[in-house]
């Protein structure tokens, strides 16, 4: 496992504070309107952060057909909702944030989805 520290969080932003059409994400319950303007993915990302540092579930490494490595963190919170926190090792040894989004499950009881 790696710590916070070492991961570029430099990611698809809109895609992790608002998921997509047929996978919206709703940070509500967490206190984040996604469309709350610049405060939002500060706030966002000291929960993701904390997530990578603080996992009550870990998965991983899958390994990608094009050499990368996908590695999965979850974190329930007190208020009911889990949150997942996708990271890529790419090739070249870079940890890289490709997704994140809340879930409405206990961790251990949760399947992580592969696509």
Do not use: C
């Amino acid at each position: 496992m790696v710590k916070a520290g070492k991961i570029n969080w430099d990611a698809d932003k809109n895609h992790v504070i608002k998921g997509s059409k047929s996978t919206p994400h709703d940070w509500t319950p967490f206190g984040i309107d996604p469309n709350g303007g610049d405060g939002v993915w500060p706030a966002l990302l000291a929960l993701l952060k904390k997530v990578v540092d603080e996992p009550d579930r870990f998965a991983g490494p899958y390994v990608q057909k094009n050499g990368s490595q996908i590695w999965f963190y979850m974190k329930d919170f007190d208020n009911g909702v889990g949150i997942i926190v996708k990271i890529a090792e790419l090739t070249n040894g870079t940890l890289k944030l490709s997704d994140a989004w809340p879930f409405f499950d206990k961790v251990a009881n949760y399947v992580i989805p592969m696509s």
